[in-house]
T-cell receptor, first 114, second 116 residues
Framework: AQKITQTQPGMFVQEKEAVTLDCTYDTSDPSYGLFWYKQPSSGEMIFLIYQGSYDQQNATEGRYSLNFQKARKSANLVISASQLGDSAMYFCAMREGTGDKLIFGTGTRLQVFP | DAGVIQSPRHEVTEMGQEVTLRCKPISGHDYLFWYRQTMMRGLELLIYFNNNVPIDDSGMPEDRFSAKMPNASFSTLKIQPSEPRDSAVYFC??????????????FGPGTRLTVT
């Protein structure tokens, strides 16, 4: 079974609108961390936001927020007020327990149009 | 602070040649990871080190691949002999231990390898 599932291969959003990128995960470990990374066309992987399994509140970082629904095992990324520069691949990832490794999803390509 | 540094940024080589990719992690980071990214397989973890010691190399595809970390500031990933199916972007990432519960990984810019 896939540990991280991103079901949207591509998404379109108009500039200044909000967009939600979906991510579901599968783990039996009560302790885990969830991450989102952005990969623009230039290729680098940029860390965006983190949510711990025991965190009481949803994580926020500027225009990025994480809609964490533990019972549903989902950790969707919400980008508010989209900008043209947000066009990129977005990857969801998970670290289980005290493990060191990150497990990545297949990514969602977001395109922001004027 | 300088980020993770990788060299070369681009490498084009012929099948059968030896390829060496290099990585300098962020100073003070104790973990170093090597990933490979392709369209078909996405982002795959190849191997990672903790305090210069290889911890998990289960992602290394075959014996043609080897990785070393002779000191805390340098790691290499070697492919010998290279094959066209090795063409990919290879990323190095590092993360600190302790302090941050997040253990977020900081990625280098990647090396785009093309084997003809």
């Amino acid at each position: 079974a896939q540990k991280i599932t991103q079901t949207q291969p591509g998404m379109f959003v108009q500039e200044k609108e909000a967009v939600t990128l979906d991510c579901t995960y599968d783990t039996s470990d009560p302790s885990y961390g969830l991450f989102w990374y952005k990969q623009p066309s230039s290729g680098e992987m940029i860390f965006l936001i983190y949510q711990g399994s025991y965190d009481q509140q949803n994580a926020t970082e500027g225009r990025y927020s994480l809609n964490f629904q533990k019972a549903r095992k989902s950790a969707n990324l919400v980008i508010s007020a989209s900008q043209l520069g947000d066009s990129a691949m977005y990857f969801c990832a998970m670290r289980e327990g005290t493990g060191d490794k990150l497990i990545f999803g297949t990514g969602t390509r977001l395109q922001v149009f004027p | 602070d300088a980020g993770v540094i990788q060299s070369p940024r681009h490498e084009v080589t012929e099948m059968g040649q030896e390829v060496t990719l290099r990585c300098k992690p962020i100073s003070g980071h104790d973990y170093l990871f090597w990933y490979r990214q392709t369209m078909m397989r996405g982002l795959e973890l190849l191997i990672y080190f903790n305090n210069n010691v290889p911890i998990d190399d289960s992602g290394m595809p075959e014996d043609r691949f080897s990785a070393k970390m002779p000191n805390a500031s340098f790691s290499t990933l070697k492919i010998q002999p290279s094959e066209p199916r090795d063409s990919a972007v290879y990323f190095c990432a590092s993360t600190p231990v302790g302090g941050s519960v997040k253990h977020e990984q900081y990625f280098g810019p990647g090396t785009r390898l093309t084997v003809t």
